[in-house]
């Protein structure tokens, strides 16, 4: 079965379950009959290794905020080739991630401008996905799970990640996105996503 292209992004802090879920996601969009593409953030090119690198130096988060914004760009050109394939596009983190986590970071120094500074950045390269589902979890909770995957990143402390979840649930009020709490059973949050996204595919 083919169809319109359409644009489906999971975001949330480390550990909330978003690969599985997209992956899962994925299996039951292809069973339907629509051809899926499962990308993620940062990509796999060029770009995308110059921010996983920059994720191990010790770099300005404005400089930082700027290469993920870089990778995206490239990234969302493909996304759109691939949505006036009629192909359904899911992506394991967007833009909010940038706002999300580098807001949290930007905070010190730019206070309550980080987050606009970070929308207006992105907005130019950007293209709004037809549903968005932010899955949350209590952070403690997340850094169990991120804990059983081996040395936590810069980006996965306990404090700095309440910071960022605040940052996405205020972009989910503000985009209207999806919210589901994903501390529960697979199963259960697996078809809490598939409700969501019922009405586009």
Known sequence: MSGKGVFIVLEGIDGTGKSTISKKLKAWLEEKGREVVLNAEPTGDWLGAAVRRANNEDLDPRTESLLFTADRCQHTLRIEEMLKQGKVVICDRYYGSTVAY????????????????????????????????????????????????????????????????????????????????????????????????????
């Open 102 to 201: 580098q807001g949290a970071a930007l905070e010190k120094d730019m206070g309550d401008n980080a987050v606009s500074w970070l929308l207006n950045l992105n907005g130019p390269v950007i293209r709004h996905p037809d549903v968005t589902i932010l899955l949350t979890s209590e952070p403690k909770v997340a850094m169990r799970r991120v804990g059983n995957r081996g040395v936590p990143s810069k980006f996965e402390r306990e404090g700095y990640l309440g910071k960022v979840q605040d940052n996405y649930l205020m972009l989910a009020r503000e985009a209207k996105w999806t919210v589901i709490d994903s501390s529960g059973k697979l199963g259960e949050v697996l078809e809490s996503v598939k409700k969501a996204v019922q009405a586009y595919v």
